[in-house]
């Protein structure tokens, strides 16, 4: 969701968003720790480029509430712009 707004915010509103989540969870010092989070997005997004689409990705998964929120996790992100 955060995504295709901040897509619309740029003037590049998506025709489809879909992301995928992979969490990891460990046990560290003895608790469940949720140690890394892969993302997997795909997008439709008519007018845009794809440098300008990464920039938009990377920017959403350091500013997304849920990201800020898990922001002890490493996220990873794989973000493909789709034709």
């Known amino acids: 969701m955060a ?3 901040n897509l619309e915010k740029a003037g590049h509103p998506a025709k489809r968003v879909s992301t995928t989540a992979t969490v990891k969870l460990e046990m560290v010092g003895g608790g469940p720790k949720i140690t890394t989070i892969d993302l997997k ?3 439709e997004v008519p007018g845009i480029d794809e440098s ?7 920017h ?5 509430p849920v990201s800020v929120v898990l922001a002890g996790a490493q996220i990873n992100l794989d973000a493909k712009l789709v034709r």
């Open 60 to 64: 959403t998964r350091k500013t997304c």
């Open 41 to 43: 997005t795909e997008a």
């Open 3 to 5: 995504l295709s707004a």
């Open 52 to 58: 300008k689409f990464r920039e938009q990705a990377e």
